[in-house]
């Protein structure tokens, strides 16, 4: 079951770097949310009220509910509809995530098997890790290339929140968490981010003419 | 001494949010009062509980609380400097208000990560740091600032987000060896048992992310936006304490995996990023016009040297510590003199300058003192400093290597004291205008700090010299 929420999580990377809308960017995000709690609940060995309460607010309220809902407030209040300025042809998006998939496959297999003796029988017994692996670089690396090529600048907000979604990914992969209480700090510092980014975007609006990446180049030597 | 942390650190939120609500400019600033005698009772309470590990996840240790000392002198004169920048500026109680409470914000985020004993909380404090730093950034509320801002936010929010993969992925490496926590002094025990491989992606992404804070390649560029924009008194606060904060993130990575067979290709990597950066230092300062910038690069260059120092073996984990205990007090006095710098021409750029001894005398002499001090002339300690750190890299590393760097430097050192020597000495031509003239008193603090340097330069204290031996004595040898 885990296994089908990674592939479904997967598609929505596929389906992010091909977006040209806004609002596709949101919906995806918010899909994200929600399927990285299904993962985090099918993967739960141990049923803890606080842990509970922690994944549903770190997954389904806050990356399903609240960032959506305030990147589409931004979104509205701004006028920003769509990523006007796609750098390629949707074909080459495709391939690009394309080799993303490959790459971080690769990494996570080579990572996982015993390099020093090689032993192939590991391979077996990391298995799982490997899928989490790839699936958690591949959003890293989406994030990434969102933010390198995308002009807008809520959409760079999107590509930080694709990478912080492939951190959390990687965070199951370890297998053993963190403090709740680290974990806590963690959770606070990202929502102060999005928070923030989004305080200077609105600030972007009124200073500049269009809110766009373009527009923040001025500073040379 | 949980409590007195807890204390701490609820304190300072509390006159954080106080300070936002406060529209009062007298009243802001007296806020400050509480909170830097809280700082100082906090940091006397951390020398006398030493070495104690608190509640798991802090611990103070020499390393961290030298440059807590350096937050807790600093903050006085950033303080005082703060108040003249918006006295001067005129700016608006309201955001007066908002710089008031990040710099406490700063400070305590600062100190935060210098005491953090579990790597994840570090990532927390650090993370704190990038959030109000911006704020602070942003003070001047126009394009500029809302660039600079935007960009050392953003950079630096992805740039952590690497090191956090970093941290993760010590937590794989330590899953596959049973252990599971992620606290400095047991991973120094647990990291010769981990996987290489995890240990070498780890320290890599750590050391990308952190880069934004320290200073260096790869991560740098935000940083000089962020200085060269922001108020000089948080320019200062950025190149005197938070670049501490980077260099001590990047040192809990070393400390715990210096006892792994990756040490060797962990002082590789130091070495390769210490001399890329001082490469683009010198490519830079060819063409600089602006002197903000122009300081902005001379801390990438320092934070260059202590990043050499360190991957120098254990002569340098003493250099890399004292040369940016001093580097603080000195970049921090100049940083103050050049918002008195900008206030008499009103520009930043260089050709607009000059004459400044015959403008501004005592400024001038903070100005010379100041460039005398980084430039590494004797008596400043940063010659002393700069002459070890050399040493060690004739004995840590191929001939060619100190060679180089050498000449990075002798280069720099040209570059830096044309430019400063112009602003000094050089003619003011008829059409630079002169808008202000400086109170001689408003240079106090820049002097004290001077007076510190050059006063450990003549006098150097066996003690703390000493105690910074002692602070890397648990590395290895």
């Known amino acids: ?221 | 001494m949980l409590e007195i942390v807890i204390i701490y650190f609820v304190l300072s939120f509390i006159i954080m949010c106080v300070m936002v609500f406060v529209r009062h400019t007298l009243a802001g600033y007296l806020l400050y009062v509480p909170f830097v005698l809280l700082h100082w009772y906090f940091n006397y309470q951390c020398f006398i509980h030493e070495g104690t590990l608190i509640g798991q996840y802090l611990r103070f240790d020499k390393v961290g609380l030298i440059f807590m000392t350096v937050i807790s002198i600093l903050i006085v004169p950033t303080v005082i400097h703060t108040a003249l920048y918006s006295i001067n500026r005129r700016s608006k109680k309201r955001i007066i208000a908002i710089h008031n409470a990040s710099m406490v914000g700063l400070v305590a985020s600062m100190t935060g990560v210098l005491i953090s004993e579990h790597l994840g909380l570090l990532w927390c404090f650090l993370e704190a740091t990038t959030i109000v730093a911006s704020i602070l950034i942003y003070h001047d509320r126009n394009s500029h600032s809302l660039e600079a801002a935007w960009k050392y936010f953003f950079v630096s929010s992805i740039g952590l987000a690497l090191a956090y993969a970093g941290i993760l992925l010590l937590g794989i490496a330590a899953q596959e060896t049973n252990e599971t926590g992620l606290y400095i002094t047991e991973l120094q025990k647990t990291t010769p048992h981990m996987s290489p491989m995890w240990l070498k992606s780890c320290f890599l992404f750590a050391i990308i992310g952190i880069s934004v804070k320290l200073g260096v390649v790869p991560l740098f560029t935000v940083d000089i936006d962020a200085k060269d924009i922001a108020p000089s008194p948080v320019g200062a606060m950025l190149s005197g304490g938070l670049m501490n904060v980077g260099f001590v993130s990047i040192f809990r990575f070393y400390e715990s995996f210096v006892f792994t067979s990756i040490k060797p290709w962990m002082d590789k990597i130091l070495i390769i990023i210490g001399i890329a950066s001082l490469i683009f230092v010198v490519i830079y300062l060819f063409k600089i016009k602006n002197f903000k910038r122009l300081l902005a690069y001379s801390s990438v260059e320092h934070a260059a040297i202590a990043i050499i120092a360190l991957s120098c073996g254990h002569a340098g984990y003493f250099v890399a510590v004292l040369h940016l205990v001093f580097h603080s007090l000195i970049k921090s006095a100049i940083f103050f003199q050049i918002g008195q710098l900008y206030r008499v021409y009103l520009t930043k750029n260089l050709d607009f300058t000059g004459a400044y001894f015959k403008l501004n005398p005592a400024g001038a002499l903070v100005l010379f003192l100041g460039f005398v001090s980084i430039l590494g002339i004797p008596p400043s300690v940063l010659f002393l400093t700069e002459y070890y750190t050399l040493k060690s890299l004739f004995i840590s590393w191929h001939w060619v290597v100190p060679v180089g760097i050498i000449v990075l430097l002798v280069y720099i050192f040209a570059l830096l004291s044309k430019d400063f020597f112009h602003i000094l000495f050089a003619p003011l031509r008829s059409n630079i205008p002169v808008f202000e003239i400086i109170k001689p008193y408003e240079s106090i603090t820049q002097y004290i700090l001077l007076c510190i340097v050059f006063w450990v330069g003549l006098h150097p204290n066996i003690e703390l010299v000493e105690y910074i031996k002692m602070s890397v004595a648990h590395l290895p040898k």
């Open chain 1, 1 to 221: 079951m885990t296994n089908l929420f990674i592939i479904l999580y997967c598609m929505t990377l596929i389906y992010l770097i091909n977006a040209g809308r806004v609002l596709s960017y949101i919906y995806s995000l918010a899909i994200q949310g929600i399927l990285l709690f299904a993962i985090v609940l099918s993967e739960l060995k141990e049923m803890h009220l606080i842990n509970l309460t922690f994944i549903l607010l770190e997954t389904l309220i806050f990356k399903g509910i609240i960032v959506p809902y305030y990147l589409y407030y931004l979104m509205k209040k701004n006028n920003i509809f769509y990523e006007r300025e796609p750098d390629q042809l949707n074909f080459y998006s495709l391939f690009k995530i394309a080799i993303i998939f490959i790459i971080s496959f690769f990494f996570g297999y080579e990572l996982h098997i015993n390099f020093e003796t090689g032993n192939a029988y590991r391979l077996q017994q990391h298995t799982h890790e490997i899928i989490y692996f790839t699936a958690s670089l591949s959003s890293i690396l989406t994030g990434l290339l969102i933010i390198m090529r995308r002009k807008k600048i809520i959409t760079h907000i999107v590509g930080y929140l694709v990478l912080e979604n492939g951190l959390f990914m990687l965070s199951l992969a370890m297998g053993t968490e963190l403090p709740i209480i680290i974990n806590m700090g963690i959770l606070f510092d990202i929502l102060t981010t999005v928070f923030l980014l989004g305080v200077f975007l609105n600030r972007a609006k009124g200073i500049f003419k269009a809110i766009e990446i373009r527009n923040l180049t001025e500073l040379k030597d």
